[in-house]
């Protein structure tokens, strides 16, 4: 299963007052596991960064000017998507100014039915605590060391491995079955090991009824082996 784990950064919050994608981020995952893949790419937003916004990716219009359109990057980064499904934190924010780019270059939209989002996961598994990445990473013991500002490619790593740890953990998981097969080892081998009181062989002796009964089955039997034994014996 091909899924894609997505992050963006943009010039404000809304883009139906102006505002602009300046960045994408997407991390390849093949069975929830990332292949190493990626794609990053930073755009041109065609109009200024407000220095509110600035201070929360660090992506300046000095840095931006030369970086190309959304028009010339949209057909690479749909073709790395393809139709693998999506994951994005906060999926509605992210979502909803990928699609008003690709109104604008004529292309339809990517739709919701696609998107898991993990802010949503987070919610549902642990009611009332924050779940913005940082405290999710913080939750799961995730190294965001570097994450001194927001950028796509690195959320986009991070979320990853939040993702992962919200679906249960496979190493997690790994590790908890060899404890348990260790565990049912040693105590296999403890109870082999256990010293046991001698009972001494049961003699069975059969009674003339039983041997009468087992005689007459043997009379129904073609060649039955018991006999055969006997005589041999």
Known sequence: MREIVLDTETTGMEPADGHRLIEIGCVELDNHIPTGRTWHQYINPERSVPPDA???????????KDKPVFSQVFTDFLDFCG????????????????????????????????????????REKFPG?????????????????????????????LLAEVYL??????????????????????DAASETGKSRPYRAPRAYTLSPEEK????????KLTDPIWREIKKAG
């Open 165 to 186: 740890e919200l679906l249960g953990g496979r190493q997690r998981g790994l590790g908890l079955l060899a404890d348990q097969d260790t565990k049912a080892g040693q």
């Open 129 to 157: 605590s924050p779940a913005n990445l940082d405290a999710l990473c913080r939750r799961f013991g995730i190294d965001n060391t570097n994450r001194t500002l927001h950028g796509a490619l690195l959320d986009a790593e």
């Open 212 to 219: 009468a009964a087992h005689e007459a089955l043997l009379d």
């Open 54 to 64: 600035v201070a929360v990716h660090g992506l300046t219009d000095v840095f931006l």
């Open 83 to 122: 139709e693998s499904r999506l994951v994005i934190h906060n999926a509605a924010f992210d979502m909803k100014f990928l699609n008003a780019e690709l109104k604008t270059v004529g292309f339809p939209s990517l739709s919701m039915k696609r998107v898991t989002d993990t802010l949503l996961m987070a």
